[in-house]
């Protein structure tokens, strides 16, 4: 029989003990937007062998020109991301096992859905959730691969505990909202993504490999328009007695699990870029979705799949998925989201 990874094998790095240990590997993708996808096309072609592929969003028209592993009938017929990307990838390698999560990512599910992996890969739009890997990351001692994209250029680093820095050494608190919202008026080309994206995988296979290298304590900035990449060594804050006594890094050394723990972070969520808040299940439990379409239908227009439903009271878009959380588009005030939602879909 013809072997898939002969090629790969056939690089030095790797070998037949490199392909045996990528066989083995379980990785979780947090969030399959244009990084997320890229990577998890990536490492799906490599053979790793179990990837869970969570995203709490469905495919847009607007994704396809950087999201390539999405098509536009995906974008038709409204289907979560992650569903959409597990029917890609189990085509494209069949030897895999793919575990496909339609949630977002919070305190309440981080443990039971990132604790049993090799490697994560952050595939997020937003920092709130980054904190919540990189406590995941220091509490299970699993490491990480961050990577972030504006416009043409980005930023990536493997975050290895016990060896490297982590996320929070290099940046202490999340940074204030407005500065968070840059993707929307920078944009973001798709081309920039491919090359950091890659990169990420690259990171990924390393950590997976076992290989010394994995985790070199940089932080790698890439300008893609204009061609260059910086490398910033970035040092774990450690505790210190002198001159003045410094607790050092909240995360990686003093073991408080803020974001974990519950303690930071929101349930209503501007999404950025898309004019749209995003409000978390009251823990409610799950939603029957065809009584709650049936119901809608007397109010305004309704679209359903299997995944969610979407009711159309312009100026506003509800799309209710069956966890309970709803993503509320034509408003980017959570208080008005709550609102809407309060008001169509129940308090
Ligand atoms: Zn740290």
Redesign the pocket.
């Given at each position: 029989m013809e072997d898939r990874y002969r090629r790969q094998k056939a690089f030095i790095e790797v070998g037949e003990s490199g392909q045996a240990l990528l066989s083995k590997a379980r990785v979780v993708i947090c969030g399959m937007g244009a990084l997320g996808a890229m990577v998890a096309e990536r490492l799906c072609r490599s053979g790793i062998g179990f990837m869970r592929l969570i995203d709490r969003d469905w495919v847009e028209l607007d994704n396809l020109p950087r999201q390539t592993l999405y098509t536009t009938r995906d974008a038709l017929e409204i289907r979560p991301k992650s569903i959409a990307a597990f029917e890609h990838l189990s085509a494209i390698n069949p030897d895999i096992l793919l575990e496909p999560i339609v949630e977002d990512l919070t305190h309440l599910n981080a443990e039971k859905w990132m604790s049993d992996v090799d490697c994560i890969i952050d595939g997020t739009d937003n920092f709130e959730t980054r904190y919540l890997i990189?406590d995941l990351s220091?509490r299970c001692r699993i490491p990480w691969v961050h990577a972030g994209i504006v416009g043409a250029s980005g930023q990536s680093m493997a975050f290895v505990p016990a060896k490297t820095?982590?996320?929070?050494?290099?940046l202490p608190e999340p940074p204030p909202v407005e500065q968070m919202q840059t993707c929307d008026s920078a944009g973001v080309l798709g081309a920039a993504v491919g090359v950091i994206a890659s990169w990420q995988a690259m990171e990924a296979i390393k950590i997976l490999l076992k290989k010394e290298i994995a985790g070199d304590g940089f932080l790698r900035v890439f300008d893609l328009w204009a061609g260059e990449v910086r490398k910033i060594r970035v040092p774990?804050?450690l505790a210190s007695e002198s001159p003045v006594f410094q607790p050092?890094?909240?995360?990686?050394?003093q073991y408080q699990f803020d974001f974990l723990d519950g303690k930071m972070g929101t349930h209503a969520r501007v999404l950025c870029g898309r004019g749209a808040v995003q409000l978390q299940s009251s823990g409610r439990g799950h939603l029957d979705l065809a009584l709650l379409a049936k119901r809608l239908r007397k109010e305004g227009q309704v679209t359903e799949n299997a995944f969610l439903v979407r009711f159309t009271h312009l100026p506003y878009i509800v799309s209710v998925f069956a966890d309970g959380r709803a993503i509320v588009q034509g408003t980017e005030n959570p208080d008005e989201a709550r609102k809407i939602y309060a008001r169509w879909i129940g308090g």
């Open positions: 990189n220091a820095a982590c996320f929070r050494c290099l774990r804050n050092g890094c909240r995360t990686c050394v």
